[in-house]
């Protein structure tokens, strides 16, 4: 890949600051110091993992307050704000601002991937040279990954998020808006304390 076709290519991470409470079924059993550490460590080895994929790397947060915070943990990289009063639009806002900085293609993941390999990042840009979204199956039917090429289209409006058949609702909503639509390789969140088991160095927290 030359170094023009990387630059084109953007990742973006959708995070919520770790100071703000979250992940409350995978951090109940947890005091609050502790649950803190587990949100920041999850964001981290993310952060790890997306920038071992090779391509600029910018960390969409949330508070807005909680710039310096972010700051703190993402050093040098790129940081913007969401927009969005829901989940939906605040993943295709992120989209949106990437293809705004002049990125070609844009895929973005969540802050819960600590084990996702690089690979998979680099194969969901591969597959977008030959379709206009990309989606990486979650083993909960949801999906850890969606990226897009040159815009993004409407089709996380109406979606119930947290339900088993998000991931088919949102490739029939592609269907329905004529984009043609790919899938990377399927992977796993951290979204309950079982799945702090399957993290290597995690036990501390399981």
Known sequence: MTPSAASARQVVILARAPSAQGKTRLTAHLPEDRARALRERLFLDTLAAARAAGYPVVVSFTPDTAREEMRGLVGEGALLPQRGDDLGTRMRNALIDGFATGAAAVVLIGSDLPTLPPENIVHAFDLLEGSDVVLGPSEDGGFYLVGARGHMPNIFSG??????????????AAHDAGVTIARAPEWWDVDAPEDLRRCPGYDEFA
């Open 159 to 172: 979606v119930e998020w947290g339900q088993s058949d998000v991931l088919e609702r949102v490739s029939v």
